[in-house]
């Protein structure tokens, strides 16, 4: 059975760092393409991140050069390393697992989610 | 980036009623393969978002077939042939075909 079990998460100052893990089961992350997305309070959905093939990796604007998406291989393990964390980076975060080998979308599976808060 | 618009922002269903919500691209997410780089996701309240509809047109594993997706290029439609009452959350559009994956801003389904 397939299954993402997310940790991490909580309360943090702004300009501060947190980590994200994802641990899959039932299938082997270094074959899927694996992303991050978030929900800020009572928004919408919004992509963050993708990790596919040896170590591309892509993010969007909003996170570029203060978030790290990566892989643990032994541990089967998703991660992402937030650092300089902003207010507007509050938000549950999930990880998600794409369907196909060739592209980045059609999530089929998803974390439970874990709130991040960033807040003075 | 590629905008995506769904509409209509809230839709009050009567069960047993059809129903269906519209997404438009702010450009063509038909691939070179042939395949829409389009999917559509239903987010039940206090869950995490599941997946309804791939590439368009192809239902998710699970997925009862009530549910339909239709459309090509920049124009499409999810369907709902009855509406049950546990159809009620948030659908969400989302096109794949590049990156920054960019969804629609949602369509609450409520019952009346």
């Known amino acids: 059975e397939v299954q993402l079990v997310q940790s991490g998460g909580g309360l943090v100052q702004p300009g501060e760092s947190l980590r994200l893990s994802c641990v899959a089961s039932?299938?082997?992350?270094?074959?899927?393409?694996m992303s991050w997305l978030r929900q800020a309070p009572g928004k919408g959905l919004e992509w963050v991140s993708v990790?596919?093939?040896?170590?591309?990796?892509y993010y969007a604007d909003s996170v570029k050069g203060r978030f790290t998406i990566s892989r643990d291989n032994s541990k089967n393990t998703l991660n992402l390393e937030m650092n300089n964390l902003r207010v507007e980076d509050t938000a549950v975060y999930f990880c998600?697992?794409?369907?196909?080998?060739?592209?980045?979308?059609?999530?089929?599976?998803w974390g439970q989610g874990t709130l991040v808060t960033v807040s003075s | 980036e590629i905008v995506m618009t769904q509409s209509p922002l809230s839709l009050p269903v009567t069960p047993g009623e059809p129903a269906s919500i519209s997404c438009r691209s702010s450009?063509?997410?038909?691939?070179?393969?042939?395949?829409?780089?389009f999917d559509w996701y239903l987010q039940k309240p206090g869950q995490s978002p599941q997946l309804l509809i791939y590439?368009?047109?192809n239902r998710a594993s699970g997925v009862p077939d009530r549910f339909s997706g239709r459309g090509s290029g920049t124009e499409f439609t999810l369907n709902i042939s009855r509406v049950e009452a546990e159809d009620v959350g948030i659908y969400y559009c989302?096109?794949?075909?590049?990156?920054?994956?960019?969804f629609g801003g949602g369509t609450r389904v409520e019952i009346k």
């Open positions: 998600a697992r794409a369907l196909f080998y060739d592209h980045s979308g059609s999530f089929d599976f």
């Open positions: 039932g299938f082997t992350i270094r074959d899927n393409y």
């Open positions: 990790i596919y093939g040896g170590n591309s990796a």
């Open positions: 450009q063509s997410l038909l691939h070179s393969t042939g395949y829409n780089y």
């Open positions: 590439l368009g047109s």
């Open positions: 989302m096109q794949a075909l590049e990156t920054p994956l960019t």
